[in-house]
């Protein structure tokens, strides 16, 4: 369990080394870790590394030099971001504004650079890691998912004219948000004093003290990174490929979000290129963001109908009107429609090949 003495700060600012802050973090609070009984809890355990083998890659790969490896730029970033990961426990658990999205993202660009970068690090000892940073970016979700969900609709009422809003639907939204979002809190905190979640934190401990580093760790970056973005590069664009070839319906909504989540994944690979690539790598990251968004709106008005057309049965069940809801379903379909209409040109920018030849040097 996070000590909120700690205090948070900006995911970006400088905070103490992730060996010391876990190894702190629980013991200050007088916990000792104990013997994880899950599945997910043995499978951390087992991958990792023996204790007596720590000092030696410290040495190689620590802090005491800047990095000069593609395993030193990749090391790096997920150090960084899971000491972000720490920072930010005792922030959510105040429920600080953007604190749970802060410390998904930082999630997932744990998860995407141990995904990405496969060549640098060993996926079969980071697997269980990766795993279980897919299960803590879920629970985190679904209270950050509300909360943009529960902005997006009042700002959809705040813009209607007031002849349209017929109905208790202000009270009706705020009572439906408070209750799922006070369950998501709840459950959130549980998670966060969880022996599974320890476990995890420990598991980075031990990844960074002992990087399980694959043989190309050892070249210069400009000859490994570049590789593994485009790698991810090319699965977008098959992505946005398929789901442009689907008819409009649930199955290419299903097939645009997928593309979303390959485009953050192209994001974050090239966000932890940067320091070590420069200007290419921060250039083709903003034009992977531009496409992200696009989907991400899209994405958004998909999850915001579905909502409202709970809403809708709930008011008329009631007894309440629904014409509202589903005046406001009707503009979500415009606005994902017009998002689609805007997917072809902003992929065809992005998709230029001179940011990607710039990449290769």
């Given at each position: 369990?996070?000590?909120?003495?700690?205090?948070?700060?900006?995911?970006?600012?400088?905070?103490?080394?992730?060996?010391?802050?876990?190894?702190?973090?629980?013991?200050?609070?007088?916990?000792?870790?104990?013997?994880?009984?899950?599945?997910?809890?043995?499978?951390?355990?087992?991958?990792?590394?023996?204790?007596?083998?720590?000092?030696?890659?410290?040495?190689?790969?620590?802090?005491?030099?800047?990095?000069?490896?593609?395993?030193?730029?990749?090391?790096?970033?997920?150090?960084?971001?899971?000491?972000?990961?720490?920072?930010?426990?005792?922030?959510?658990?105040?429920?600080?504004?953007?604190?749970?999205?802060?410390?998904?993202?930082?999630?997932?660009?744990?998860?995407?650079?141990?995904?990405?970068?496969?060549?640098?690090?060993?996926?079969?000892?980071?697997?269980?890691?990766?795993?279980?940073l897919k299960?803590?970016?879920?629970?985190?979700?679904?209270?950050?998912?509300?909360?943009?969900?529960?902005?997006?609709?009042?700002?959809?009422?705040?813009?209607?004219?007031?002849?349209?809003?017929?109905?208790?639907?202000?009270?009706?939204?705020?009572?439906?948000?408070?209750?799922?979002?006070?369950?998501?809190?709840?459950?959130?905190?549980?998670?966060l004093d969880?022996?599974?979640?320890?476990?995890?934190?420990?598991?980075?401990?031990?990844?960074?003290?002992?990087?399980?580093?694959?043989?190309?760790?050892?070249?210069?970056?400009?000859?490994?990174?570049?590789?593994?973005?485009?790698?991810?590069?090319?699965?977008?664009?098959?992505?946005?490929?398929?789901?442009?070839?689907?008819?409009?319906?649930?199955?290419?909504?299903?097939?645009?979000?997928?593309?979303?989540?390959?485009?953050?994944?192209?994001?974050?690979?090239?966000?932890?290129?940067?320091?070590?690539?420069?200007?290419?790598?921060?250039?083709?990251?903003?034009?992977?963001?531009?496409?992200?968004?696009?989907?991400?709106?899209?994405?958004?008005?998909?999850?915001?109908?579905?909502?409202?057309?709970?809403?809708?049965?709930?008011?008329?069940?009631?007894?309440?009107?629904?014409?509202?809801?589903?005046?406001?379903?009707?503009?979500?379909?415009?606005?994902?429609?017009?998002?689609?209409?805007?997917?072809?040109?902003?992929?065809?920018?992005a998709s230029?090949?001179?940011?990607?030849?710039?990449?290769?040097?």
């Amino acid at each position: 369990m996070a000590d909120s003495k700690r205090g948070a700060g900006p995911a970006d600012d400088d905070g103490p080394a992730l060996p010391d802050a876990v190894e702190r973090r629980p013991r200050e609070a007088g916990v000792r870790p104990s013997r994880p009984a899950s599945e997910p809890g043995r499978a951390l355990a087992e991958t990792a590394p023996k204790p007596g083998r720590r000092p030696e890659r410290k040495r190689r790969h620590g802090r005491e030099r800047a990095p000069r490896t593609a395993g030193d730029h990749v090391l790096a970033y997920v150090r960084h971001q899971a000491e972000a990961l720490v920072r930010l426990d005792p922030a959510v658990r105040r429920d600080l504004p953007d604190s749970v999205h802060r410390m998904r993202v930082a999630t997932r660009r744990l998860r995407g650079t141990l995904r990405t970068y496969r060549t640098v690090l060993d996926p079969d000892a980071t697997g269980p890691v990766r795993d279980e940073l897919k299960w803590l970016a879920a629970e985190l979700g679904t209270e950050r998912d509300l909360e943009v969900l529960d902005a997006r609709l009042h700002a959809r009422l705040d813009a209607a004219p007031r002849t349209d809003l017929l109905g208790p639907v202000r009270a009706r939204l705020t009572l439906s948000s408070a209750a799922r979002r006070a369950e998501a809190r709840h459950r959130l905190l549980f998670v966060l004093d969880g022996d599974r979640y320890l476990a995890l934190l420990d598991a980075l401990d031990a990844l960074l003290a002992d990087p399980p580093l694959l043989p190309r760790a050892d070249r210069a970056p400009e000859d490994v990174l570049p590789r593994a973005v485009l790698k991810e590069y090319r699965r977008l664009a098959g992505r946005i490929r398929h789901a442009q070839e689907q008819p409009p319906g649930p199955g290419r909504d299903t097939a645009l979000h997928d593309a979303r989540k390959a485009a953050k994944r192209v994001r974050y690979a090239a966000e932890a290129a940067r320091p070590a690539l420069g200007r290419p790598a921060e250039r083709f990251a903003a034009r992977m963001t531009t496409v992200q968004k696009v989907l991400g709106d899209h994405q958004d008005s998909v999850v915001a109908r579905d909502a409202l057309r709970a809403l809708a049965a709930e008011a008329h069940g009631a007894g309440e009107s629904a014409f509202t809801w589903g005046l406001l379903y009707g503009r979500e379909e415009a606005a994902a429609a017009a998002r689609e209409r805007e997917l072809p040109r902003v992929w065809a920018r992005a998709s230029r090949p001179g940011p990607r030849k710039a990449l290769k040097g």
